[in-house]
């Protein structure tokens, strides 16, 4: 079974700078794919990244990117110019092959500060 | 836009009571859709897959007789909480999959907050 592991429960970040939020997972599949997905206080799940495992190069979205380490089974966000709006929960996620559920990491609760 | 429909988004129940929830696909045929679990600054918490036109598959711990998953058509799925108490107060969310591509990922309804009385 595959597990996703989120070490921060919670974290902090000065509107403007930059926060990486970490994730490791643990599987034996090769192909995969992973996701960061947002949770503000409304509780509404929005995608904010995507990366499949078979592509080497990091996703990008603006101003958030990801550090994928397939060897190190190591998925980290990197949020730049940190806004107020981005203060919520975010889950890593990891999904087996499309049609299969996502597991979630525990969450990390990011707080932009001004 | 909102591609998954979620109803109602609150509900208050009386304990002994049932609750239904439902999932709407938008404009999408959904054969596959997925209900989780959230307590109260926690993860989410896969409960079951529903499958159109079959029984669904419930993770291990969730009682299929309480938590009752009826997927009659590809736009729908509801979730029936029977005979709710008061720790089945709780959020619960629907998700499907969204898209022909493989890597799509599960987009999620806006979550229902069951409160038992």
């Known amino acids: ?108 609760r990011l707080s932009v500060i001004a | 836009g909102a591609v998954v429909s979620q109803h109602p988004s609150r509900v208050i129940c009386k304990s002994g009571t049932s609750v239904k929830i439902e999932c709407r696909s938008l404009d999408f045929q959904a054969t596959t859709m997925f209900w989780y679990r959230q307590f109260p600054k926690q993860s989410l918490m896969l409960m079951a897959t529903s499958n159109e036109g079959s029984k669904a598959t419930y993770e291990q711990g969730v009682e299929k007789d309480k938590f009752l998953i009826n997927h009659a058509s590809l736009t729908l799925s509801t979730l029936t909480v029977t005979s709710a108490h008061p720790e089945d107060s709780s959020f619960y969310i629907c998700s499907a999959s969204y898209g022909r591509a493989n890597n799509s990922p599960l987009h999620f309804g806006n979550g229902t907050r069951l409160t038992v009385t």
């Not at chain 1, 550090?67 to 110019?81: E, P, R, T």
């Open chain 1, 1 to 108: 079974a595959q597990t996703v592991t989120q070490s921060q429960p919670e974290m902090s970040v000065q509107e403007a700078e930059t926060v990486t939020l970490s994730c490791t997972y643990d599987t034996s599949e090769n192909n995969y794919y992973l996701f960061w997905y947002k949770q503000p206080p409304s509780r509404q799940m929005i995608l904010v990244i995507r990366q499949e495992a078979y592509k080497q190069q990091n996703a990008t979205e603006n101003r958030f990117s990801v550090n994928f380490q397939k060897a190190a089974k190591s998925f980290s966000l990197k949020i730049s110019d940190s806004q107020l709006g981005d203060t919520a929960m975010y889950f890593c996620a990891f999904m087996k092959l499309r049609y299969t559920p996502l597991v979630f990491g525990k969450g990390t």
